[in-house]
């Protein structure tokens, strides 16, 4: 157990229907970063945080995919309208930024979404 | 920007054997190099990470890599494999200049371990 936490582990939900997952880094992490993996390939990057603000977005990240991270703690990840092309396993990663260094980003156990 | 290749998409090997998992990067500089592990339904756990310094690094369970700047690789290796070890591993690079910038991952190697 890293001390990421993912909620829910588990979703299925119909194509068409919002989902919204909810991460909760290490406390004292003031990086927080959204991965998306699906099967037979590795995690991709999708957006991060330094706090509350929103740093980048991948061009993974379609104008359905919003993400937030309201008090520089926990963050959510919706997706509206899903499609089955959104079915993967959606990971949170938190690290205590560095300017000079690179540390640790710690994984979380993910949450599997399908999309039927 | 960078890209991470892992060759090999599924390797066994007998337990007790030796291990070598390959990576190779794509970047401009020497990035900040990464082995995770990735067990089923898990996420991801950091196995060793080369910043600079020493090409050899050790890591936890008995895992070490080698970075060589000239073929732009860091391969992973166990001397005697276990079959707890039987798992998704993959490769990731950092970028340097400004930390902590989101990882570029490999599409990794799953490894399959027998009696």
């Known amino acids: 157990d890293t001390g990421v936490s993912q909620d829910p582990r588990h979703k299925i939900t119909k194509r068409g229907q919002n989902v919204t997952f909810r991460c909760d880094p290490i406390s004292e992490h003031n990086r927080l970063y959204w991965y998306r993996q699906t099967l037979g390939q590795g995690p991709e990057f999708l957006t991060y945080f330094q706090n509350e603000a929103q740093l980048e977005k991948s061009r993974l990240l379609s104008d359905r995919f919003s993400a937030e991270r309201p008090k520089g703690s926990f963050s959510t990840l919706e997706i509206q309208r899903t499609e089955q092309g959104d079915s993967a396993m959606y990971l949170c990663?938190?690290?205590?930024?560095?300017?000079?260094?690179?540390?640790?980003?710690?994984f979380g156990p993910g949450t599997r979404l399908t999309v039927l | 920007a960078q890209s991470v290749t892992q060759p090999d998409i599924h390797i066994t090997v007998s337990e007790g054997a030796s291990l070598e998992l390959r990576c190779n990067y794509s970047?401009?500089?020497?990035?900040?190099l990464f082995w995770y592990v990735q067990s089923p339904g898990q996420g991801l756990q950091l196995l060793l990470k080369y910043f600079s310094g020493d090409t050899l690094v050790q890591g936890i369970k008995g895992f070490e890599a080698e970075f060589k700047r000239s073929q732009s690789s860091f391969n992973l290796r166990k001397p005697s494999v276990h079959w707890s070890d039987a798992a998704e591993y993959f490769c990731a690079v950092g970028a340097r200049g400004s930390g902590n910038t989101p990882l570029v991952f490999g599409k990794g190697t799953r490894l399959s371990v027998i009696a």
């Open positions: 970047y401009g500089a020497t990035p900040y």
């Open positions: 990663a938190s690290t205590l930024f560095g300017a000079s260094s690179y540390n640790e980003q710690f």
